[in-house]
């Protein structure tokens, strides 16, 4: 059986043990789970992407046992335009191969935690843009600030206050507005780091990865799901 999804549509590639195609069906999404109770348990194929840990969850709970593969694994074995008929087709032979290389089903807890990596990475590259944004802009005023975060908040300060700096009164404002959203995202990234941490120090498996040579916290939450 091989799955593929788009959106609120599941295309459903069912074939037997022989891998001779028995059923293709396009699903919405409130039939999944009554379409798969009503099967017997069987091998489920499905590309890791989306959603597709929470349904491996799910369709695991129901008796199935349920492998995921990265797309990149499962394209070359699209025969055609991909859609998502011919993406279930192409699921199911690259399910079937015995080399393939499957990716574990993440826990609820695990998934939960790489989301808070997810945003704190997104907050830190915004930080690391607002950062370039400021500096750029200062320097088309003769003010250059060196690299790194903690020079844009220490040298803030001074640039506002200094009255022979030439800076507009309208720029200055600005200026202290951009600075005040660095600020908000900097302090986004250390409360999510603040978070896992938290979760670090609570879960085994975490710290035995940091107790490792080169490993710390922050990347044993990551690797440890």
Not at 61 to 79: C, E, N, R, T
Not at 199 to 208: D, P, V
């Amino acid at each position: 059986m091989n799955v593929a999804a788009a959106g609120a549509v599941f295309a459903v590639h069912g074939v037997e043990g022989r891998g001779k195609a028995v059923f293709r069906k396009s699903l919405k999404r409130a039939q999944v789970v009554m379409f798969f109770a009503n099967l017997e348990p069987c091998l489920i194929g499905m590309e890791a992407c989306g959603s597709a840990h929470y349904w491996a969850r799910k369709l695991t709970v129901l008796g199935h046992s349920v492998k995921l593969m990265a797309p990149q694994f499962v394209k070359p074995y699209v025969k055609t335009n991909k859609n998502d008929a011919a993406n279930a087709e192409a699921i199911r032979e690259a399910v079937s191969r015995p080399n393939m290389r499957f990716v574990p089903i993440k826990t609820i807890e695990g998934q939960a935690v790489l989301a808070f990596h997810r945003r704190r990475q997104g907050f830190a590259k915004a930080r690391t843009a607002q950062a370039n944004q400021i500096r750029g802009l200062l320097s088309e005023f003769g003010l250059v600030i060196p690299q790194g975060i903690a020079s844009i908040a220490k040298r803030i300060p001074r640039i506002l206050k200094d009255a022979e700096s030439g800076l507009p009164d309208t720029l200055r404002a600005l200026v202290a507005r951009l600075a005040t959203y660095l600020k908000e995202l900097d302090c986004q990234v250390d409360e999510l780091e603040a978070q896992i941490q938290a979760w670090h120090r609570q879960n085994a498996q975490s710290q035995r990865l940091a107790d490792m040579p080169s490993i710390g916290p922050i990347t044993a939450t990551v690797v440890g799901w």
